[in-house]
């Protein structure tokens, strides 16, 4: 199996999508087996608990937030659609990837302002995203799934309070598998080994995406951006190529 690991997007409203469109076409040319978005693709700032009150808070809108997450997610796909649209044509095999989308803190926003709210039950959902329209297997936020032996969650966590591990040294003690998270800006690789050898790699790579944050500060926007494809998955090993999103940019505009 090789696998196409998503980290963190978090498209917001009047971001520039085209990085989206070039990881689109890595992933037609490269084919592989199975693509897994780790979580918070959205950004939903309008719901975001932290800038109530701001002036930064003004304008955002939930609507805006659902369009352009549909948006960047045609902008991923698209490159897909177009490919099979031509080998139907064409009569040639079409692609279609296993796709599993992980739903991150940023999604979860929308089910803590219904649970907060109960008058918005039935007018905010997950569904309003449209993940599954493309066909993605979507899973709960902080759910665990385990695909040829290693393990994704949005964030693994540690210690009674369910914190996100702090490092992927800290998460491989916690996992005790391979296991990768998104969540962290930034890559951090940590490896171990089980008694009879086999490699364990936990990885936290939680960032894919252009736009600086301000909640980062000068020095906190400035970490790795981009993709991780995994080659030869097999029971929990692989092997790990990351691939920066200046790189897609350049080769794949």
């Not at 701001?54 to 304008?59: I, L, N, R």
């Not at 997610?73 to 079409?94: I, S, V």
Request: charged letters at 20%; aromatic letters at 8%.
């Amino acid at each position: 199996m090789k696998t196409l690991v998503l980290p963190d997007t978090q498209v917001r409203p009047d971001d520039d999508l085209q990085f989206l469109e070039c990881i689109g076409n890595y992933i037609v040319q490269k084919k592989p087996d199975r693509i897994v978005c780790l979580g918070d693709f959205a950004d939903l700032p309008s719901l975001s608990s932290y800038d109530v009150g701001k002036k930064s808070f003004e304008g955002r809108r939930y609507t805006l937030d659902i369009e352009a997450a549909k948006a960047g997610m045609a902008k991923l796909m698209g490159p897909l659609q177009r490919h099979n649209k031509q080998m139907r044509k064409t009569r040639h095999a079409q692609y279609i990837p296993e796709l599993t989308m992980l739903l991150g803190n940023h999604e979860n926003r929308i089910d803590r302002a219904v649970n907060n709210d109960a008058k918005l039950e039935g007018l905010l959902s997950v569904k309003d995203l449209g993940y599954e329209n493309w066909g993605w297997d979507v899973i709960p936020f902080l759910e665990v799934v385990v695909l040829d032996g290693v393990a994704f969650s949005h964030y693994f966590t540690t210690g009674v309070a369910g914190r996100p591990a702090s490092s992927a040294a800290a998460q491989l003690r916690r996992t005790n598998m391979s296991a990768i998270a998104g969540h962290q800006q930034g890559l951090q690789i940590h490896t171990g080994y089980h008694a009879d050898g086999r490699r364990i790699t936990n990885i936290i790579a939680g960032s894919c995406y252009e736009t600086p944050h301000d909640y980062l500060g000068p020095q906190g926007n400035v970490h790795w951006n981009g993709v991780l494809m995994l080659h030869e998955v097999n029971n929990g090993e692989f092997d790990l190529m990351p691939i920066s999103l200046k790189y897609l940019k350049n080769r794949y505009a």
